[in-house]
Nanobody, 118 residues
Framework: QVQLVESGGGLAQPGGSLRLSCAAS????????MSWFRQAPGNGLEWVSG????????SYADSVKGRFTISRDNAKNTLYLQMNSLKPEDTALYYC???????????WGQGTQVTVSS
């Protein structure tokens, strides 16, 4: 059974940094593109970033471009999101998913909360 476990969120000040992790199991992680999404209260699910199965062609939403970096370690079945220069508008519950621009199955983990506040 597919499992995705997000971690690494927390409280950061504006301008600070956090590194999110997504531990994957139950499927051949190295065969799939992966992505990050986020959802703030009252907002829809927003695509943040995607990466191909081999780590190639990372892409980003305009709102995070230049500040966030997606990466993966296929030997560890883990996806990462390095978040720098954080802004209050980055506050959201962050999820990882299979797929590049859209999720390709119905599974979601519980997410990890990121709060940016002074």
């Amino acid at each position: 059974q597919v499992q995705l476990v997000e971690s690494g969120g927390g409280l950061a000040q504006p301008g600070g940094s956090l590194r999110l992790s997504c531990a994957a199991s139950g499927f051949t992680f190295s065969s799939y593109a992966m992505s990050w999404f986020r959802q703030a209260p009252g907002n829809g699910l927003e695509w943040v970033s995607g990466i191909y199965s081999d780590g190639g062609d990372p892409s980003y939403a305009d709102s995070v471009k230049g500040r966030f970096t997606i990466s993966r370690d296929n030997a560890k079945n883990t996806l990462y999101l390095q978040m720098n220069s954080l802004k209050p508008e980055d506050t959201a519950l962050y999820y990882c998913a299979k797929g590049y621009l859209t999720p390709i199955d119905d599974y979601w983990g519980q997410g990890t909360q990121v709060t940016v506040s002074s």
